[in-house]
């Protein structure tokens, strides 16, 4: 794999000349975000600096609950009830995505959602009163520039209207593959929220479910902020807690995909004057560094995978471009993952490149950071830079291809659906557990007082040992 632009590294962005971030936004996010780098346990950081990257559910309390494998996660045979006695199935499949603003008016409702979400303002647990007051203040600070951006791409996100055609395509073809199934839509910071995507659940009385993130790659701040409000919704429900569930983490590695991606990029590349000589510039939503080096987040690893098979399916077909990876999108003046779009794009312009191809590649829909931010800022900066000819690779949005893998990853999963078996002790539960925490203590006390009033009964056990 050709090292992701090392040799492309450019120097760090100088918040107060290059941040598009209000100075005082700024320094608010960036306290909360390097706070939680103080956080986190050595167990994560050894793991992380073997080369091994935690599983995102471990890190998110599944410890002990959840065996993990191939991307879908169950739960262990001694948690797990099954639901045999149910005589007709219903499939249900929770698609788990963002969500943006339907209007102008919501934006400042929705970035305070965004950013009263532990899982993307991280602040150490004795902060955590801190968080709404916080949200409240970064979400207005942001919302300015936030609308600009809205307005530009017609004064709404398309996510919600794609992401409701993306679940009609996908119950299509698993009806077509003759697997019937519901398929709900659980936006994390604006409508259709989880919890109205659980409630249709509840009332269509699912009895198998499929969780499906519309991350190609695993996250903490996207995948794991979502699995983190399901489990607890699915924990505190009876019924719920009784459902067999399979999730998949992340799918960026499905042959499907892969190919689906690499179909839209073949196409666009033909639209340059001269195809083979075009750079491919991958282009992804960026993360703060401190969740990949100390938070153990599999993010940046998954992304670096994803490039390398996609450029292998394109060699395999005779495409031999060059190509690139930068990050996108960063909010506040912590250091993200690099190099950074912005100054990559520069940077290509200056060594005298003349024709690239941006392919979006951390999300499957288009939404703001696509219609906006690349094709607009990152446009014009790319053009001004000394780049003639400019393409951009479209979301998968509903590619045909590319749902059919969807479906065939919902029906992979089936098999491993298990329910989580009412963890969240009952009262009755945890005086059991009392109960049976005093039986042992009693017991081990007269046990330890025995062994040392009796030095000959330890002899005697001794005789049986050895
Ligand atoms: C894989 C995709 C994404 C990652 C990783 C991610 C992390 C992340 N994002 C923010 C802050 C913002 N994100 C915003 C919008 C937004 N982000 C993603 C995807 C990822 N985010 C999408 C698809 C969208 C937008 C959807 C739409 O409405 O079209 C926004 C709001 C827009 C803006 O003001 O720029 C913010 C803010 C952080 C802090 C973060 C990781 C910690
Ligand atoms: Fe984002």
């Given at each position: 794999?050709e090292?992701?632009t090392?040799?492309?590294i450019?120097p760090?962005?100088?918040f107060?000349?290059?941040?598009?971030l209000?100075r005082s936004e700024?320094?608010?996010?960036?306290a909360?975000?390097?706070?939680?780098?103080?956080?986190?346990?050595n167990?994560?950081r050894?793991?992380?600096?073997?080369?091994l990257?935690?599983?995102p559910?471990v890190?998110?309390?599944?410890?002990?609950?959840?065996?993990?494998s191939?991307?879908?996660?169950t739960y262990?045979?001694?948690?797990i009830?099954?639901?045999?006695d149910?005589?007709e199935?219903?499939?249900?499949?929770?698609?788990?995505?963002?969500?943006?603003?339907?209007?102008l008016h919501?934006?400042q409702?929705?970035l305070?959602n965004?950013?009263a979400?532990?899982d993307?303002?991280?602040?150490p647990?004795?902060?955590g009163?801190?968080?709404?007051?916080?949200?409240?203040?970064?979400?207005v600070l942001?919302a300015?520039?936030s609308?600009?951006g809205?307005?530009?791409i017609?004064?709404?996100?398309?996510?919600?209207?794609?992401?409701?055609?993306?679940?009609?395509?996908?119950?299509?073809?698993?009806q077509a593959?003759e697997?019937?199934?519901?398929?709900?839509v659980a936006m994390r910071?604006w409508?259709p929220?989880?919890?109205?995507?659980?409630?249709q659940?509840?009332r269509d009385?699912i009895t198998?479910l499929?969780?499906l993130?519309?991350y190609?790659?695993?996250s903490?701040?996207t995948?794991g902020?979502s699995?983190?409000?399901?489990?607890?919704?699915?924990?505190?429900?009876?019924?719920?807690?009784r459902?067999?569930v399979?999730i998949?983490?992340?799918?960026?590695?499905?042959e499907?995909?892969?190919?689906?991606?690499?179909d839209?990029?073949?196409?666009e590349l033909?639209?340059f004057?001269k195809?083979e000589e075009?750079m491919?510039f991958?282009s992804?939503?960026?993360v703060?560094?401190s969740?990949v080096e100390n938070?153990g987040?599999p993010?940046?690893?998954?992304?670096?995978?994803?490039i390398?098979?996609i450029?292998?399916?394109l060699?395999s077909?005779?495409?031999f471009?060059d190509?690139t990876?930068?990050?996108?999108s960063?909010?506040?003046?912590?250091q993200?993952?690099?190099?950074?779009?912005d100054?990559v794009?520069i940077e290509l312009g200056?060594q005298?490149?003349k024709?690239l191809l941006?392919?979006?590649v951390?999300?499957v829909?288009?939404h703001?950071?696509?219609?906006?931010?690349?094709?607009?800022e990152?446009r014009?900066?790319a053009?001004?830079s000394g780049?003639?000819h400019?393409?951009?690779?479209?979301?998968?949005n509903c590619?045909?291809?590319?749902i059919t893998?969807?479906?065939?990853?919902?029906?992979e999963?089936?098999?491993?659906?298990?329910?989580?078996s009412?963890?969240n002790a009952?009262t009755?539960?945890?005086e059991?557990?009392?109960?049976?925490?005093?039986i042992?203590l009693?017991?081990?006390?007269?046990l330890a007082?025995i062994l040392?009033l009796?030095?000959?009964v330890i002899?005697?056990?001794k005789?049986?040992?050895?």
């Open positions: 794999m090292a992701a090392s040799s492309r450019l760090q962005i100088n107060n000349q290059n941040s598009t209000l700024a320094k608010l996010i960036s909360c975000l390097n706070s939680s780098q103080n956080s986190i346990s167990s994560k050894n793991l992380v600096a073997r080369g990257s935690m599983s559910l890190q998110e309390g599944f410890v002990g609950r959840t065996f993990c191939a991307g879908v996660c262990p045979a001694g948690a009830e099954s639901h045999s149910i005589a199935e219903r499939i249900g499949v929770i698609l788990l995505n963002l969500g943006g603003p339907d209007t919501d934006v409702p929705f305070f965004l950013f979400d532990p993307i303002i991280r602040l647990r004795l902060f009163f801190l968080q709404r007051p916080l949200a409240q203040l970064i979400s942001r300015p520039k609308k600009e809205y307005a530009a017609g004064g709404g996100s398309p996510l919600r209207k794609i992401t409701d055609e993306q679940a009609s395509a996908i119950k299509m073809a698993l593959k697997v019937p199934a519901n398929v709900y910071y409508h929220f989880t919890e109205e995507a659980v409630h659940i509840k009385r198998k499929v969780v993130p519309l190609p790659q695993y903490i701040s995948t902020s699995i983190r409000v399901l489990r607890d919704m699915f924990m505190n429900d009876a019924y719920l807690s459902v067999p399979a998949i983490q992340s799918w960026y590695q499905r499907g995909y892969i190919k689906s991606m690499s839209l990029i073949e196409k033909q639209t004057p195809p075009a491919i991958f992804a939503h960026g703060p560094v969740y938070a987040d993010y940046k690893d998954q992304m670096e995978d994803c390398f098979l450029m292998q399916e060699k077909r005779g495409i471009n190509h990876l930068a990050y996108q960063r909010v506040g003046p912590v993200w993952l690099k190099p950074y779009t100054e794009l200056k005298g490149v024709s941006a392919v979006p951390s999300f829909s288009e703001i950071e696509t219609l906006e931010e690349i094709d607009m990152y014009e900066l053009l001004e780049v003639v400019w393409g951009r690779v479209p979301a998968l590619t045909s291809s590319f893998d969807m479906a065939d990853a919902v029906i999963a089936l098999p491993s659906a298990m329910a989580i009412t963890p009952t009755e539960e945890a059991n557990d009392l109960l049976g925490y005093g042992k009693a017991f081990g006390s007269i007082f040392l009796f030095p000959r002899s005697a056990f005789n049986y040992i050895v």
